[in-house]
């Protein structure tokens, strides 16, 4: 007869943890900032149709880094939970707060009670009428939120990031100087040169009457880059 | 609906009636309805017409609300935006019928958010008419609801309208189209005031001239209410989206159209 090996809880949330870094930090960066127009996402991801950003809600994006299927599967959870909650009640009781908590939850069993953690890390963010009243949520693999002020950075550089970008960070900057002002640090961190091609750039729209999210074109983040924009 | 928890995954597509099916079925339009025993009077909507123009199509409805021979509204809303490139109108069970609109923009919406592309114009056709289909119930218990979907086909860059029957039935109309009591009325009417190819603004000013003879008919379909400055809907959906027509543009088109029918009430020209 084999004996059960013994191995403390503590061990156990600690191997788990440290596998889902590992997962995390082998995925290229994504940077969420909130700037004059609305909150900037900006993917390093060289891919046209796998996106790592997307549209929840009138008002709410998705951010992600790590395994695109166990992210795919939350923003597809995500969509059908917003859709049914402004379904039964009203678009405006839709709020990213909500959002994230169901995030949490489902992130923090599949942690305690899947076999494999989820290798993801994600933002939900919700744009207000000024730079002041966005939300930024950030989830981790375990299923922790915390709420960030002004700018997220998810990924392999997260820390680097985060602070060089917290450093002089102003929420109220145009669109184009916070699109160049990420990316030369995107550029920086990552120890490569980066084009419009490599980079998958959204914004929320503060502006917009009803759906705030808008993919930016291309085109039209190398005007930004160039600082023509 | 179930709390707070995120809707458990596997298979659902990208179909939110389907997702509303299995996770909430009592949001379903005409669900909780139960047994009805006899006739219920309820508000009903009344004429839509649909018709094609030069790079799209026009879609307009009247403002009247009715429960039997009394008028329950006479602003009520019955040509609504599906979604950018599609608008839906709808006539019979009012109550049903908003619920009916309201579960198609979130059906398309939620398609573009998941697929990350739109339903072409027959999906979005076809998505209508399993949601009539699902009505059919209703219908025999006196809540029947009846739309007709005109939008601007992006893969065959032109206008298109379509119409149902109750049973869920889908047919495409090439030139025009009318729903609701005073259809007959206004379907003869276009009959003799539609061109092909005609521009939109021609094709506003025959789509409320033909609610106008409706009106003038059926006591269903409101007319042009001049003193309390209600006009119909009117929709035109092109290349470039859905717009509303402004009430400024309406109100001129409505006082040119009363003008011109006095002491000529049919029109005859």
């Known amino acids: 007869m084999t ?12 191997d788990r943890a440290d596998y889902a870094r590992k997962g995390i930090a082998r995925g290229r960066s994504v940077v969420v900032l909130s700037c004059r127009q609305g909150i900037l996402f900006v993917a390093e991801n060289p891919s046209r149709t796998l996106h790592k950003v997307a549209e929840i809600y009138d008002r709410i994006g998705f951010a992600a880094v790590g395994k695109y299927t166990e992210f795919e599967h939350l923003r597809v959870a995500g969509i059908r939970y917003a859709d049914l909650r402004g379904y039964a009640y009203d678009r405006s009781d839709v709020t990213a707060r909500a959002l994230a908590n169901a995030y949490a939850q489902t992130l923090g069993t599949v942690f305690t009670t899947e076999s494999k953690p989820y290798e993801v890390q994600i933002t939900v963010a919700q744009v207000g009428p000024d730079p002041a009243a966005d939300q ?6 375990d299923g922790s939120v915390t709420d960030e002020p002004g700018v997220v950075a ?15 960070l102003d929420p109220a900057a145009e669109l184009g100087d916070a699109l160049r002002r990420t990316v030369d640090q995107l550029a920086r961190t990552g120890g490569r040169a980066l084009t419009a091609g490599d980079l998958e750039v959204a914004l929320l729209d503060r502006s917009a009457d009803r759906r705030a999210f808008r993919r930016v074109p291309v085109e039209s983040v190398e005007r930004h880059l160039v600082g023509e924009g | 609906m179930s709390g707070d928890a995120l809707p458990s995954h596997g298979a659902g597509g990208s179909s939110f009636a389907e997702l509303l099916r299995a996770q909430a079925p009592h949001l379903l339009p005409g669900a909780t309805t139960g047994e009805v025993s006899g006739p219920v009077e309820l508000p009903h909507g009344t004429t839509v017409v649909a018709l094609a123009c030069a790079g799209g199509v026009v879609v307009a409805g009247d403002r009247r609300a009715t429960t039997g021979s009394y008028i329950a509204s006479r602003d009520l809303e019955k040509v609504f935006a599906a979604d950018e490139f599609s608008v839906v109108g709808i006539a019979g069970t009012a109550g049903v019928a908003l619920e009916l609109v309201r579960l198609l923009q979130v059906e398309l919406e939620h398609y573009e958010k998941i697929e990350g592309t739109m339903l072409s114009l027959e999906g979005k056709a076809n998505r209508l008419s399993s949601m009539i289909r699902g009505n059919l119930g209703n219908a025999f218990r006196g809540l029947a609801v009846l739309p007709v979907l005109a939008g601007y086909d992006l893969a065959g860059e032109r206008g298109r309208i379509f119409s149902y029957d109750l049973a869920g039935g889908c047919y495409e109309e090439s030139s025009h189209h009318s729903i609701g009591s005073g259809a007959f009325f206004a379907r003869g009417a276009l009959k003799k005031l539609w061109r092909p190819e ?15 003879d409706a009106a003038d008919d059926d006591s269903g ?5 001049l003193g309390r400055q209600i006009w119909p809907t009117c929709a035109v959906v092109t290349a470039d989206g859905v717009r509303f027509v402004a009430a400024h543009e309406l109100e001129r088109v409505v006082t040119d159209l009363v003008a011109a029918r006095r002491d000529n009430p049919g029109g005859a020209r």
């Open chain 2, 221 to 225: 379909t409101g007319g042009p209410d």
């Open chain 1, 154 to 168: 998810m990924g392999g550089a997260a820390e680097a990031l985060t602070a060089a970008l917290s450093e002089d």
């Open chain 1, 3 to 14: 004996i059960p090996v013994y191995v403390s809880p503590e061990q156990l949330m600690k």
């Open chain 2, 198 to 212: 005609m521009p939109a603004e021609d094709a506003v000013r025959v789509a409320v001239e033909a609610l106008y």
């Open chain 1, 136 to 141: 930024l949520y950030l989830l981790t693999y």
